[in-house]
């Protein structure tokens, strides 16, 4: 380990002193460290060739920020929670420098985790394709009218929805959005999307696990009040009615370093759900 990079919430008041302890580390143990926001894509970007490891001091927002830099380069993330709930953190605040420690010994896993890509095929407009770790969402707009939207998987038509949103969501994805709309929770060791409607209104299907070898299509057939298709809560972009937003795995994981004796992820799920509120 020659090279660590930190990714940090620059408005969180705790990232500061969060990343001084982390250079310190570094300056102990001869360790190069850089540091960038977790928003600033073409920084980490460039720095990712000569990077170990990135260490990632942060909510969730902050981990996904960056995890859209890190991409499928290969280069493997520590989450260090520094927000509330931090599903994607393996790490609390006051283990960093015990953490740095098993990492520079040896002492960790590393966990790979499903990635998706949408590829937003416009009526009227040029195609973009996007990555995503946690979650499509497409959704109606500000005004509280709901969408129709038609869903194909792999060319068969499971069902025209008439709902506030359709969540496309990856295993890591599947405890947050689409858990809230009622969908089911995924190992986050499994390559699989989970299609969940949220509000659908007279809708039998309420979530639906497709293989990784299956492409979703989401179309979008009328909309009163606009909509848009979000990409890991992070990247939210207009739609247009026949707008098609087709969702597929990538190849390529993101990579996240679990140090030995990290809480097992079900033993976590029942732990972070205690702190959401009711």
Known sequence: ?????????????????????????????????????????????????STDMVCVLGGDGTFLRTARAIGGSGVPALGVNLGRVGFLA?????????????????????????????????????TEEHACLNE?????????????????????HLATYVADAVVVATPTGSTAYSFSAGGSILDPRLRNMVITPVAAYLSPLHSVVAGEEQEVDLVLRDSHGGALVSLDGQLDLPLLVGD?????????????????????FYDLLRTKASLLPY
């Open 244 to 264: 098609r937003v087709e969702v597929r795995a990538l190849a390529e994981p993101l990579r996240m370093i679990e140090p030995r004796g990290s809480t097992p």
């Open 90 to 126: 393996k790490v609390e605040s006051d283990g960093l420098e015990g953490a740095l420690d098993q990492v520079l010994a040896g002492d960790y896993s590393v966990e790979e985790r499903f990635r998706i890509a949408a590829r937003l095929v416009r009526v009227d407009g040029p």
């Open 1 to 49: 380990m020659r090279r660590i990079g930190f990714a940090l919430n620059p408005y969180n008041e705790r990232a500061g002193a969060m990343l001084e302890r982390g250079q310190a580390w570094c300056a102990a143990n001869g360790v190069e460290a850089w540091d960038a926001a977790g928003d600033a894509e073409e920084r980490i970007g460039g720095e990712l060739d």
């Open 136 to 156: 499509v969402v497409v959704a109606r707009g500000s005004r509280v009218r709901m969408i129709q939207l038609e869903v194909e998987v792999s060319g068969s």
